[in-house]
C-alpha cells in the first residue's frame, strides 16, 4: 500500500505548517486510511486543537463566515452540522481536540451530517489523526461523503475491513460495520460493545523502544483473545483501545467479563520474556438502552471510557446518560476556561490569606491562592480550575502567571513599606518542579521585580514530589542555595510524609486542615499535631496550622508551640485590593 499524504489547499495552510506535516514520521498512520479516501475524499483539514478551528481545503463550501486566517472555529463549523445530532458531533470533535491537547495520539472517525442550505446536505465520515509538528500538537483529518457510497453492503465492508498491522485483529470501520448488521437481526435482542483501553500505553513505549511496544500491544490482544466470551468477537479500535462486539449479552454479563478482566490483570502477563502488568480501563454501551446505532453505541462507550480514564480506582462501568451530561459540562468548563485565557486570562485574579505569628499574633504574609471568576460572575475554587488548565494543556503558563503575580505583588507592598520580613507563599505543582527549568524561571521572575528571594515561600504538596524526586530535589536544592524558602503542604495527608523531612530540603511543614476540624475532641490529631511540632523543631523546621475556623481551635493547641496560624478565623482569602485596604491601611 502507497503511503498517502493527502494535502490540504497549500493556499490556506501555512507551508511551514506542511512542510513539517509531510516530514513527520506519523504521516505514515495516514496510510491506514488511504484506501478510504481515494476517490472518496470530500474534503481534508487541519485543526488547532488549542484554538478549537479548522482550515479546510478546497472541497468544502465557502459556508463559513472565516476570519483572515482561513480558520473556521468549531461553533461556526458546527453550526453546518444537522440539528439532530449536532450535540452529539460536538462532543466528539471537542472531547478529540482536548485529548489531543493534552498529548493523546489516537486517531479516530466517526460520522455526522452537514446541511449547507435546504438541498445541500450530506452525511459524512471524519478520520482525524493527531500529528505533533514544532509547535505543538494538530490535527489533521479527511472527510468522506458517505451519501454517496455504494448501497452495496459487501463493498462496504471490503473497503473498512482492514486490519490492524500489529495486532492483525480488524479495525473500527469493520466493528461500526458488524455492530451495524447485529442489531438490525431480527434475532439479536441484545448486545454490547465493550472498550478496553490499556493503561498508560505511551509509557511501554518509552521504556521499551517501539518495537517491544509493538510485541506488547500484540501480545495483549492475544490475551484478550483468548478471554473472549463465547460469541464474541475482539477489534482493535485505535492504537491503544480494544473493542469487544458481543451479541445477546445481559448487563450481568458484562459486569462480570469487566470484573474477570480486571483481576485477570492483576497477574503479569510474559511478553517476549518480560513479566508485563497492565490494566485497562474499560467501559460497555448495551444495545438497545444504550444506543441504537453502531456509532451511537461507540459514541456513548468511548464517552463513559474517557471518564473512566480519570479514575483513580474504579476502572470499569457501562454508560450512562449522566457520563454524557457530565463530559458536557467538563468540556464547556474547557472551552470557557480556554476562552478566558486566550482573553488576556479574563477572570484569573490571586487572592491572599493572612498568615499569623503564634507567639505575637501579627500578621507575618499572605499564601497567594487562585481564583477565576466565570462569565457569569462565579468565583470557582482552584482545584477545578487548575484540574481544567490540566486537562487543557495551559498550567505551565498559568503557573509562571501564578509566580509573576504573587512575586510582583509582594515585591510592590515591600517598596511599598510593609514589614521587611514579610512573606509570600506560593502554591506551585508537580508539573511545575518536574521541569527542569523551573529554579531558573522562579529566579529570574525575583530578579525582574527585584524581590528579595528571602521573602519568598514555594509551597510543594507531598504528592506533587511523587513522581520525579530526582528533577524535584534539584530544583528544589538550587531555589534553596538562592534563598528561596519551601514549605511542605497539605502535610500528614498523603504518603511518607516523615521520609520527606528526612530528604528533601523543606523550611516550613504546613499541617493539614483535617487536623484541626475536630480538635477539641480527637486525642489522636492533638497527639499527631504535638508529635509534628517536636519533630520538626528538633530539626529545625517551622510548623503552621492551616484551617483554624474558631477561637477554640487555636486555644486547644496553644500548649503546643506551633509558628504561624492560617485560618477563616484570622481572614479568608481576599483580593490584593482588600488585603492591602484590611491589613496595611491600619498600620
Ligand atoms: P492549600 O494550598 O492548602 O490552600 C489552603 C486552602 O485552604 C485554600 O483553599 C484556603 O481558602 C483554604 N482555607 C484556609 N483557611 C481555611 C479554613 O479556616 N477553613 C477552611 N475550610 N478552608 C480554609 P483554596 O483557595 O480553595 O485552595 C485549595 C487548594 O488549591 C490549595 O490548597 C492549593 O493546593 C490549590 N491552589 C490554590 N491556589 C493555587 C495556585 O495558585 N497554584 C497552585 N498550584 N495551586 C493552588
Ligand atoms: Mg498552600
Ligand atoms: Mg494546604
Same mark, same amino acid.
Given at each position: 500500500?502507497?503511503?498517502?499524504?493527502?494535502?490540504?489547499?497549500?493556499?490556506?495552510?501555512?507551508?511551514?505548517?506542511?512542510?513539517?506535516?509531510?516530514?513527520?514520521?506519523?504521516?505514515?498512520?495516514?496510510? %491506514?486510511? *488511504?484506501?478510504?479516501?481515494?476517490?472518496?475524499?470530500?474534503?481534508?483539514?487541519?485543526?488547532?486543537?488549542?484554538?478549537?478551528?479548522?482550515?479546510?481545503?478546497?472541497?468544502?463550501?465557502?459556508?463559513?463566515?472565516?476570519?483572515?486566517?482561513?480558520?473556521?472555529?468549531?461553533?461556526?463549523?458546527?453550526?453546518?452540522?444537522? !440539528?439532530?445530532?449536532?450535540?452529539?458531533?460536538?462532543?466528539?470533535?471537542?472531547?478529540?481536540?482536548?485529548?489531543?491537547?493534552?498529548?493523546?495520539?489516537?486517531?479516530?472517525? =466517526?460520522?455526522?451530517?452537514?446541511?449547507?442550505?435546504?438541498?445541500?446536505?450530506?452525511?459524512?465520515?471524519?478520520?482525524?489523526?493527531?500529528? $505533533?509538528?514544532?509547535?505543538?500538537?494538530?490535527?489533521?483529518?479527511?472527510?468522506? /461523503?458517505?451519501?454517496?457510497?455504494?448501497?452495496?453492503?459487501?463493498?462496504?465492508?471490503?473497503?473498512?475491513?482492514?486490519? !490492524?498491522?500489529?495486532?492483525?485483529?480488524?479495525?473500527?470501520?469493520?466493528?461500526?460495520?458488524?455492530?451495524?448488521?447485529?442489531?438490525?437481526?431480527? %434475532?439479536?435482542?441484545?448486545?454490547?460493545?465493550?472498550?478496553?483501553?490499556?493503561?498508560?500505553?505511551?509509557?511501554?513505549?518509552?521504556? =521499551?523502544?517501539? $518495537?517491544?511496544?509493538?510485541?506488547?500491544?500484540? @501480545?495483549?490482544?492475544?490475551?484478550?483473545?483468548?478471554?473472549?466470551?463465547?460469541?464474541?468477537?475482539?477489534?482493535?479500535?485505535?492504537?491503544?483501545?480494544?473493542?469487544?462486539?458481543?451479541?445477546?449479552?445481559?448487563?450481568?454479563?458484562? $459486569?462480570?467479563?469487566?470484573?474477570?478482566?480486571?483481576?485477570?490483570?492483576?497477574?503479569?502477563?510474559?511478553? *517476549?520474556?518480560?513479566?508485563?502488568?497492565?490494566?485497562?480501563?474499560?467501559?460497555?454501551?448495551?444495545?438497545?438502552?444504550?444506543?441504537?446505532? *453502531?456509532?451511537?453505541?461507540?459514541?456513548?462507550?468511548?464517552?463513559?471510557?474517557?471518564?473512566?480514564?480519570?479514575?483513580?480506582?474504579?476502572?470499569?462501568?457501562?454508560?450512562?446518560?449522566?457520563?454524557?451530561? +457530565?463530559?458536557?459540562?467538563?468540556?464547556?468548563? +474547557?472551552?470557557?476556561?480556554?476562552?478566558?485565557?486566550?482573553?488576556?486570562?479574563?477572570?484569573?485574579?490571586?487572592?491572599?490569606?493572612?498568615?499569623?505569628?503564634?507567639?505575637?499574633?501579627?500578621?507575618?504574609?499572605?499564601?497567594? &491562592?487562585?481564583?477565576?471568576?466565570?462569565?457569569?460572575?462565579?468565583?470557582?475554587?482552584?482545584?477545578?480550575?487548575?484540574?481544567?488548565?490540566? *486537562?487543557?494543556?495551559?498550567?505551565? /503558563?498559568?503557573? +509562571?502567571?501564578?509566580?509573576?503575580? @504573587?512575586?510582583?505583588?509582594?515585591?510592590?507592598?515591600?517598596?511599598?513599606?510593609? %514589614?521587611? /520580613?514579610?512573606?509570600?507563599?506560593?502554591?506551585?505543582?508537580?508539573?511545575?518542579?518536574?521541569?527542569?527549568? =523551573?529554579?531558573?524561571?522562579?529566579?529570574?521572575?525575583?530578579?525582574?521585580?527585584?524581590?528579595?528571594?528571602? !521573602? &519568598?515561600?514555594?509551597?510543594?504538596?507531598?504528592?506533587?514530589?511523587?513522581?520525579?524526586?530526582?528533577?524535584?530535589?534539584? !530544583?528544589?536544592?538550587?531555589?534553596?542555595? +538562592?534563598?528561596?524558602?519551601?514549605?511542605?503542604?497539605?502535610?500528614?495527608?498523603?504518603?511518607?510524609?516523615?521520609?520527606?523531612?528526612?530528604?528533601?530540603?523543606?523550611?516550613?511543614?504546613?499541617?493539614?486542615?483535617?487536623?484541626?476540624? /475536630?480538635?477539641?475532641?480527637?486525642?489522636?490529631?492533638?497527639?499527631?499535631?504535638?508529635?509534628?511540632?517536636?519533630?520538626?523543631?528538633?530539626?529545625?523546621?517551622?510548623?503552621?496550622?492551616?484551617?483554624?475556623?474558631?477561637?477554640?481551635?487555636?486555644?486547644?493547641?496553644?500548649? &503546643?508551640?506551633?509558628?504561624?496560624?492560617?485560618?477563616?478565623?484570622?481572614?479568608?482569602?481576599?483580593?490584593?485590593?482588600?488585603?492591602?485596604?484590611?491589613?496595611?491601611?491600619?498600620?
Amino acid at each position: 500500500m502507497e503511503d498517502l499524504l493527502i494535502e490540504p489547499d497549500p493556499v490556506k495552510v501555512s507551508s511551514s505548517i506542511l512542510t513539517e506535516v509531510s516530514s513527520h514520521p506519523n504521516t505514515v498512520n495516514i496510510a %491506514n486510511v *488511504a484506501p478510504l479516501l481515494e476517490g472518496m475524499c470530500f474534503c481534508t483539514f487541519f485543526a488547532d486543537c488549542t484554538d478549537q478551528s479548522f482550515c479546510f481545503s478546497g472541497g468544502m463550501p465557502a459556508a463559513f463566515g472565516e476570519d483572515q486566517s482561513g480558520f473556521v472555529p468549531l461553533p461556526e463549523f458546527l453550526a453546518c452540522v444537522g !440539528n439532530r445530532d449536532r450535540e452529539e458531533t460536538a462532543l466528539r470533535y471537542g472531547s478529540f481536540f482536548s485529548d489531543t491537547a493534552s498529548g493523546k495520539q489516537d486517531m479516530i472517525s =466517526f460520522n455526522h451530517s452537514l446541511c449547507f442550505s435546504s438541498d445541500d446536505s450530506l452525511y459524512v465520515r471524519v478520520f482525524m489523526q493527531p500529528i $505533533q509538528t514544532q509547535d505543538g500538537m494538530i490535527v489533521w483529518g479527511a472527510m468522506i /461523503d458517505q451519501s454517496r457510497r455504494s448501497p452495496d453492503p459487501g463493498v462496504h465492508a471490503d473497503r473498512f475491513g482492514t486490519r !490492524n498491522d500489529i495486532s492483525g485483529l480488524p479495525g473500527r470501520g469493520r466493528l461500526l460495520f458488524e455492530t451495524e448488521s447485529i442489531i438490525h437481526d431480527r %434475532n439479536v435482542l441484545s448486545a454490547a460493545l465493550v472498550l478496553l483501553d490499556i493503561k498508560g500505553f505511551h509509557t511501554y513505549n518509552d521504556r =521499551f523502544g517501539r $518495537q517491544k511496544g509493538d510485541a506488547i500491544l500484540k @501480545g495483549l490482544a492475544d490475551m484478550l483473545l483468548g478471554k473472549l466470551p463465547e460469541g464474541a468477537s475482539l477489534f482493535h479500535v485505535s492504537i491503544d483501545t480494544f473493542c469487544v462486539l458481543w451479541p445477546h449479552a445481559s448487563r450481568a454479563q458484562i $459486569q462480570e467479563f469487566m470484573e474477570f478482566i480486571q483481576q485477570e490483570t492483576a497477574h503479569p502477563v510474559m511478553i *517476549a520474556q518480560e513479566a508485563i502488568f497492565a490494566t485497562f480501563s474499560m467501559s460497555a454501551a448495551l444495545f438497545p438502552s444504550c444506543g441504537s446505532s *453502531a456509532d451511537e453505541l461507540l459514541a456513548n462507550a468511548e464517552i463513559t471510557l474517557h471518564k473512566m480514564k480519570g479514575e483513580k480506582r474504579k476502572r470499569y462501568a457501562i454508560y450512562t446518560p449522566s457520563d454524557k451530561r +457530565e463530559l458536557k459540562e467538563k468540556l464547556d468548563f +474547557e472551552f470557557h476556561l480556554t476562552k478566558a485565557i486566550r482573553n488576556n486570562r479574563e477572570g484569573f485574579e490571586m487572592y491572599y490569606q493572612p498568615l499569623v505569628d503564634v507567639g505575637t499574633s501579627k500578621l507575618i504574609g499572605a499564601e497567594a &491562592l487562585l481564583r477565576w471568576i466565570s462569565e457569569e460572575n462565579i468565583i470557582v475554587h482552584p482545584e477545578k480550575v487548575i484540574a481544567g488548565l490540566e *486537562a487543557i494543556g495551559y498550567m505551565e /503558563d498559568i503557573g +509562571e502567571w501564578i509566580l509573576e503575580q @504573587g512575586i510582583r505583588q509582594c515585591s510592590e507592598w515591600l517598596s511599598a513599606g510593609v %514589614n521587611p /520580613d514579610f512573606l509570600v507563599h506560593i502554591n506551585i505543582t508537580a508539573e511545575d518542579l518536574m521541569r527542569p527549568t =523551573f529554579a531558573c524561571t522562579v529566579i529570574s521572575i525575583l530578579r525582574k521585580y527585584s524581590m528579595p528571594s528571602a !521573602n &519568598l515561600v514555594l509551597e510543594i504538596t507531598e504528592t506533587s514530589l511523587i513522581r520525579n524526586i530526582a528533577t524535584c530535589r534539584q !530544583n528544589l536544592i538550587k531555589l534553596r542555595s +538562592e534563598g528561596v524558602k519551601i514549605a511542605l503542604d497539605d502535610f500528614g495527608t498523603g504518603y511518607s510524609s516523615l521520609n520527606y523531612l528526612r530528604e528533601l530540603p523543606v523550611d516550613v511543614i504546613k499541617i493539614d486542615r483535617v487536623f484541626i476540624e /475536630d480538635i477539641q475532641r480527637d486525642r489522636f490529631n492533638h497527639s499527631f499535631i504535638s508529635a509534628i511540632i517536636l519533630l520538626a523543631h528538633s530539626i529545625s523546621r517551622s510548623v503552621f496550622i492551616e484551617g483554624i475556623e474558631e477561637i477554640e481551635q487555636a486555644d486547644s493547641i496553644s500548649d &503546643l508551640h506551633a509558628d504561624c496560624y492560617q485560618g477563616f478565623y484570622f481572614g479568608r482569602p481576599v483580593a490584593a485590593s482588600v488585603f492591602e485596604e484590611k491589613y496595611f491601611k491600619k498600620t
